[in-house]
């Protein structure tokens, strides 16, 4: 069917919110994300969920993956010349026969030690886990941290979602968010470090599509310390969320609005004091600026969010029932786990649907970015 051997409109992508913070079973995501197994190739497959070790709630949850003995002691190294370490342990798994070549799987619960922040002391520690990270990743040959958040994690691995999921025993897992993705490769090869989500602190991106704008993005974040080293376009995702939300601080509508923005024919068309802003997210922003097909879903610990491209090449269904959240490549993968939602519909180009615990928003049209600083 694809001579070529490509997909372009491959990829699967779901997210499951509880607004009240109910637990969600992992055996849930699962079952929506199987629903669109021919999405996927069998090269790419992965999960975040959040709410999930408590235990460990104000403590850095660093899961790491490495080639080797000699790679995970040099990481190890990193880790715990900057970090107090509270607790580590291999991340479960079991064996499933079509998972093969799996790399050395750790965790890490850890703080960044007193003196690393007394050191750096106009750096946030947020901010020394980004360094931490990059530094990891960028010099540490055959080791990648991929996901270093609280109360939350990263599973992904090459293979189906499904079974990524049976291999790390997401059945035993409780959340009250999940974000899950199935890949099937168009540009990069698959492997471990570049199946979806990716992940920062808590942020973690799913991504259906192509970031045509790949190499500009990557570039802007650079100069402010982020470094792609993942080989997949969808890194840029999580970095750009982690740079303007956190870092900046720009509302969330702000943010998305900076990464899908409205078309210059469009903001000559605005109000006046709505055009301004448009404009200045568009000039100040414009290294940010999303190019190419695709949609996302991101994690985080305040809750989820779902964006299509500004003229939305990609496909993404949203859904309601009581407290739940759903967004997935397509209705199926919804009702899957939610038969008979109280509401659904499709997302708009460019307009974030987004989830908080205790509220949704995004159903209708674009709101008034006037109003956007007001926005969470």
């Known amino acids: 069917m694809f001579p070529n051997g490509k997909d372009i409109s491959g990829c699967a992508i779901s997210g499951i919110m509880s607004g009240d913070r109910t637990p969600i079973g992992g055996e849930r995501v699962i079952r929506s994300i199987a629903v669109m197994h021919d999405r996927s190739n069998g090269l790419g497959g992965g999960f975040a969920a959040y709410g ?59 703080r960044i030690k007193d003196e690393e922040l007394a050191t750096n002391y106009d750096m946030t520690e947020d901010d020394l886990v980004v360094s931490l990270v990059m530094e990891i990743n960028s010099h540490v040959d055959g080791a990648f941290v991929f996901s270093s958040g609280k109360d939350m994690g990263v599973f992904k691995g090459v293979g189906y979602p499904e079974d990524i999921g049976e291999f790390f025993r997401l059945e035993e897992y409780k959340a ?38 790949y190499g500009i993005n990557r570039r802007y ?81 305040k809750g989820m969010i779902a964006l299509n491209d500004r003229i939305k090449l990609r496909p993404m269904a949203a859904a309601r029932e009581g407290e739940m959240l759903y967004v997935a ?36 049209p674009r709101p008034a970015l006037a109003r956007m600083t007001a926005a969470s």
């Open 52 to 110: 999930i070790y408590p235990e460990h709630g104000d403590q850095y949850a660093v899961h790491l993956m490495c080639d080797d003995g000699a790679a995970k002691k040099a990481a190890e190294d990193v880790i715990l010349a900057r970090s107090h370490l509270f607790h580590d342990e291999p991340i479960p798994t079991r064996p499933v026969r079509v998972i093969r070549h799996r790399p050395l799987l750790h965790r890490y619960f850890i």
């Open 176 to 213: 009250h968010v999940w974000i899950a993705h199935g890949r099937f490769p168009t540009n990069t090869t698959g492997w471990w470090g570049g199946a979806h989500p990716f992940g920062l602190l808590d942020w973690a991106v799913v991504h259906n599509g192509e970031i045509s704008s």
């Open 221 to 301: 974040l650079a100069n402010f310390g982020y470094h792609c080293t993942l080989r997949t376009d969808t890194e840029v995702i999580a970095y750009l969320f982690d740079l303007l939300i956190r870092k900046h601080g720009l509302p969330i509508r702000a943010a998305c609005t900076a990464m899908a923005p409205p078309f210059w024919s469009q903001i000559e068309r605005m109000p006046a004091e709505e055009r301004e802003l448009a404009r200045a997210l568009r000039v100040v922003y414009g290294g940010a600026l999303l190019n190419g097909p695709f949609s996302v879903v991101v994690g985080h610990s």
């Open 329 to 364: 490549s397509e209705e199926a993968a919804i009702r899957a786990v939610c038969p008979a939602p109280d509401v659904l519909w499709h997302a708009r180009g460019g307009v974030p649907i987004i989830g908080e615990f205790g509220k949704v928003r995004g159903l209708g």
